[in-house]
């Protein structure tokens, strides 16, 4: 086996068909997009090169398409601040060992496995202002003031969707959170615990910085999955009311299936994508320095 | 090495380029014709003797159950057996897949595609203008336009060229629930100024929506603007405006959108309009809980076989409602749109325009008869089992002379998506008639 690998070109022949399928599916879309996006085009007529003005109108002309942006920014935030937290917690909970740990990590692990059409559904059930549970139980306590109609609300509209976003992929990160906890070696702990560290010291001091490469994969998950969102807010508000809770996905494919806008449509992929690569790279700069300290541990 | 790679990556692509276009798609079963067909007479002989030749043919009643498909597969086996020598591939998609399918298709050259189901006016425009569809005047033969209702081919015709012949028509209907207009002590309205009285005194009825609107579902909340502006602006404008050879600045039109805002206000949608998307605003309608519905007239066929339907003999088909001294009470919308088209790529242009043709008018003829919609041809049909609520709205339609289009079918699709969003946001609490007027002339006026 060392002898097959060692061989540059057996390497090259395993590798071949994995990359010519990534060029195939991936990379020649996406030039193909990146050059749709220099044209007006209707997606039947001609072809008419306008240069870069599809990305200036991006941000000029396109009044929905910044708001977009935000709120893209939110979800990113909210994945962030409120979903990453709450996965490592679990995970650190879960991988200390507690009473029906695989029961627990299935049961977290359950949203991820459901198509989000269903969880659209789901959640639409839930928030529907007549008969959706979170407003029978404001009901039931009688707080009528509260009762309110989430999904069909300008300014509710779009928080609404990002709460089972978040909550969607809270068991996917605690997952990979989990195994990274369980991968560190136990020798650490012993060592800790016979210098006296408490709980909280164990998980501040070794497990965080152990675990940095790892939180790191997650963040870049989390970040580039909200940036290019699409499914949940789609299904449950459509980017209505009155184009309140659109994402650049939304836009885009309104623009490229609903309206015949390819050029323009293209643009926005195109932009979706750069924006998800330069995320990703300022990312691993920023871990990169904690990455260090873990190596040196 | 390098070569290798090279021959790989083609062969790679090619595969990639058959699956894409095999991809996605569901094979009908009604690919080969009945072994009866050999037999003799005269014409099929003759067709025997002729090249035999495959039809592709795409459509989007992709579901078994649908009366539509129902009507075509019978059809296209007839039309094989006539033929011998022609084969009919015909393949489905849903809807919104269907739609981006044919987009797809024909920003190439659509080489699977011979015949295909399209929308006639703005949607086939497109195509007409980027030379992608065949016009058929020379296939139409004199016995052919003659069995063809005058008045119906609007949609079809580009240039003095017709593209296509009418299916069948719809019929905007103010669907009544007669039994909740009594209970409310409301009257059935004719006027708008009646509409509001009506929505005012049924808003009053616990658990009812008085006019449901759907408005989710863009081309929902489109209907009832137009509708109203239908009333305001008269048939005869709208359509210079939606044919582009008038501006969209009839003061009607801000009419319509401050009218909307009224009902709006006045509850006639209930408390959250946006939030109620096409099909549970019909359930709504069938299951008892709303006295209105404005739809097409398809919707007869749900009132009546829907299963959870309450109000099969409760309802009463109702024109839109007239705006005092304003509008034609002959003007309509609704109209002939859908239809089978013929791509001008096709190998085989003579076969595909007949089959073409046949296809309109045998799908005009079932719809009738299946309660669906209204044919556009004159060729003979039985009504014995069309439901008592179609019936009433067929005498509607004999009233009716001038018609407008759903204007999202009528306008190129990205003024037609501006439109549809503009009138969803009159749905709203801060629904601005002026800002939604503005953004029609933005983009309709050119």
């Known amino acids: 086996m060392d002898k097959v690998l060692s061989s540059k070109r057996y390497i090259a022949l395993f590798v071949v068909p994995a990359f010519l399928i990534f060029i195939a599916f991936a990379i020649i879309p996406l030039i193909v997009t990146g050059v749709y996006s220099f044209f007006e085009y209707d997606g039947a007529g001609e072809k008419i090169f306008i240069g870069f003005q599809n990305y200036i109108d991006l941000f000029v002309k396109d009044e929905y398409f910044i708001k977009a942006l935000l709120n893209t920014l939110i979800l990113a935030g909210a994945s962030i601040l409120i979903q990453l937290p709450i996965s490592l917690t679990i995970a650190l909970i879960l991988a200390k060992g507690v009473k029906g740990e695989k029961f627990f990590r299935t049961v977290y692990f359950v949203p991820v496995v459901i198509s989000s059409m269903v969880i659209g559904q789901l959640w639409l059930k839930v928030f529907n202002s007549q008969y959706g549970l979170l407003n029978v139980v404001i009901r039931f306590f009688g707080a009528k003031d509260f009762e309110y109609s989430w999904l069909s609300n300008e300014s509710t509209a779009f928080l609404t969707t990002v709460v089972p976003s978040v909550w969607q992929y809270i068991g996917y990160h605690m997952l990979i959170l989990y195994a990274g906890i369980k991968s560190i070696s136990s020798d650490y702990y012993e060592a800790a615990q016979i210098d006296g560290a408490n709980n909280f010291q164990v998980a501040s001091k070794i497990t965080m910085p152990l675990l940095a490469p790892v939180i790191k994969t997650c963040t870049v998950f989390a970040l580039v999955g909200s940036l290019r969102a699409f499914d949940l807010v789609y299904i449950m508000t459509g980017g209505g009311p009155n184009r309140a809770s659109e994402v650049p996905a939304t836009l885009m494919y309104n623009n490229l299936f609903r309206r015949g806008l390819y050029g323009y449509g293209s643009a926005q992929a195109f932009f979706i994508v750069i924006e998800c690569i330069v995320v990703s790279i300022i990312v691993n700069r920023i871990f990169k320095k904690s990455e260090n300290n873990a190596s040196a541990i | ?446």
């Open chain 2, 1 to 446: 090495m390098k070569l290798t790679l090279k021959r790989m990556a083609a062969v790679l692509m090619a595969t990639t380029m058959v699956l894409g276009s095999v991809g996605c798609a569901s094979k009908d079963t009604t690919e080969k014709a009945p072994e009866s067909t050999k037999e003799a007479s005269a014409e099929k002989q003759a067709g025997a003797l002729a090249e035999k030749i495959t039809l592709n043919v795409w459509h989007q009643w992709a579901n078994d159950t649908n009366e539509l498909r129902k009507i075509y597969d019978a059809a296209a086996a007839k039309y094989m057996e006539a033929h011998p020598n022609v084969t009919l591939n015909t393949q489905t998609l849903d809807s919104e897949a269907y739609k981006t399918k044919i987009g797809t298709e024909f920003s190439g050259k659509a080489a699977g595609i011979d015949v295909f189901y399209y929308w006639g006016a703005g949607k086939a425009k497109k195509l007409v203008d980027a030379d992608k569809l065949l016009p058929l005047d020379e296939y139409i033969t004199d016995e052919v336009r003659a069995k063809v209702r005058p008045g119906t081919t609007q949609a079809f015709e580009f240039d003095g060229k017709t593209y296509s012949l009418p299916m069948f028509s719809w019929y905007m209907t103010l669907f009544c629930n007669q039994e909740l207009f009594d209970k409310a002590g409301a009257k059935l309205p004719t006027t708008y100024d009646e509409l509001l009285q009506a929505v005012e005194k049924l808003s009053k009825l616990d658990g009812v929506t008085p006019l449901i609107g759907g408005a989710k579902d863009g081309w929902n909340a489109g209907f009832i603007y137009e509708a109203l502006a239908l009333r305001e602006v008269g048939a005869e404008n709208i359509n210079k405006m939606l044919k582009g050879e008038a501006n969209f600045d009839d003061p009607g039109y801000a009419e319509a959108a401050k009218k909307l805002v009224e009902l709006n206000k006045a509850g006639a949608f209930g408390k959250n309009p946006l939030e109620t998307p096409h099909p549970d605003a019909d359930a709504a309608f069938v299951g008892g809980t709303a006295a209105m519905r404005l739809m097409g007239s398809w919707f007869a066929n749900q009132v009546y076989a829907d299963k959870a339907s309450v109000v099969q003999d409760k309802v009463v088909a109702l024109n839109i409602p007239m705006i005092d001294g304003k509008g034609s009470a002959t003007d309509y919308a609704g109209g002939f749109i859908e239809s089978f088209y013929v791509n001008k790529n096709t190998q085989y242009a003579e076969e595909a325009a007949k089959f073409a043709i046949y296809i309109n008018e045998e799908m005009g003829k079932g719809a009738h008869e299946t309660g669906t919609g209204f044919t556009g041809w004159t060729t003979p049909v039985d009504e014995s089992n069309l439901n008592p609520l179609f019936v009433q709205i067929s005498k509607l339609v004999n009233e009716g002379q001038n018609s407008v289009l759903a204007w999202d079918t009528a306008l190129e699709p990205n003024a037609a998506s501006i439109h549809l969003e503009q009138v969803q946001s009159l749905f709203t609490s801060s629904g601005d008639p002026e800002k939604v007027i503005e953004a029609h002339k933005e983009a309709i006026n050119k």
